[in-house]
T-cell receptor, first 114, second 116 residues
Framework: QQQVKQSPQSLIVQKGGISIINCAYE??????FPWYQQFPGKGPALLIA?????SEKKEGRFTISFNKSAKQFSLHIMDSQPGDSATYFC?????????????FGTGTRLAVRP | GAVVSQHPSWVICKSGTSVKIECRSL??????MFWYRQFPKQSLMLMAT?????????EQGVEKDKFLINHASLTLSTLTVTSAHPEDSSFYIC????????????FGPGTRLTVT
């Protein structure tokens, strides 16, 4: 119940295209869903996050779509650029206290071809 | 965003020795810090959670006597890998949370540990 399933494992997109990464969860107590971007040899960096009271959140070229009934959420990267080539992790957290443990997905390696 | 640093960024040690990794929150007070381990091409695995001034809470399967965590202040946490073995070679990442309502964790750049 603590797992967050992420797909695809790897993704190749042409420059300017849309990258879509999907995650699914089982634990309905999760109430915070962030996405992280990680470059090789670096720590993950928060891209965007959503709470279950909204169905979509957009920040620049990055959009999270959230489907509470299906227990799924996805990251859309519009106008993908070679600089977006990285590994992306979805995660989920729950609990009233902040800084609660994050459960990470397995990661998606994105390659954007020029 | 808030900044977390780690030192060293890369360390090589001999089997049987101990190595300490520092994690510092530079511009915020981290009431909670987390330590993760990441193997190549894998996800982050939470090792332990620590609150300032309290003993760390270790995840199932993580040896608390091998991975000593100290969170002595609101800006510093340390992870000591004791009696390191080659299988401990990994990428160790810390993160900090300020204890506000944002749920956000701010990650450090990671420390690459190689045990020979």
């Amino acid at each position: 119940q603590q797992q967050v399933k992420q797909s695809p494992q790897s993704l190749i997109v042409q420059k300017g295209g849309i990258s879509i990464i999907n995650c699914a969860y089982e634990n309905t107590a999760f109430d915070y869903f962030p996405w992280y971007q990680q470059f090789p040899g670096k720590g993950p960096a928060l891209l965007i996050a959503i709470r279950p009271d909204v169905s979509e959140k957009k920040e620049g070229r990055f959009t999270i779509s959230f489907n509470k009934s299906a227990k799924q959420f996805s990251l859309h990267i519009m106008d993908s650029q070679p600089g977006d080539s990285a590994t992306y992790f979805c995660a989920a957290s729950y609990g009233r206290s902040s800084g609660d443990k994050l459960t990470f997905g397995t990661g998606t390696r994105l390659a954007v071809r020029p | 965003g808030a900044v977390v640093s780690q030192h060293p960024s890369w360390v090589i040690c001999k089997s049987g020795t101990s190595v300490k990794i520092e994690c510092r929150s530079l511009d915020f007070q981290a009431t909670t810090m987390f330590w993760y381990r990441q193997f190549p091409k894998q996800s982050l695995m939470l090792m332990a959670t620590s609150n300032e001034g309290s003993k760390a809470t270790y995840e199932q399967g993580v040896e608390k006597d091998k991975f000593l965590i100290n969170h002595a202040s609101l800006t510093l946490s340390t992870l000591t890998v004791t009696s390191a073995h080659p299988e401990d070679s990994s990428f160790y990442i810390c993160s900090g949370s300020s204890g506000d309502l944002s749920y956000e964790q701010y990650f450090g750049p990671g420390t690459r540990l190689t045990v020979t």
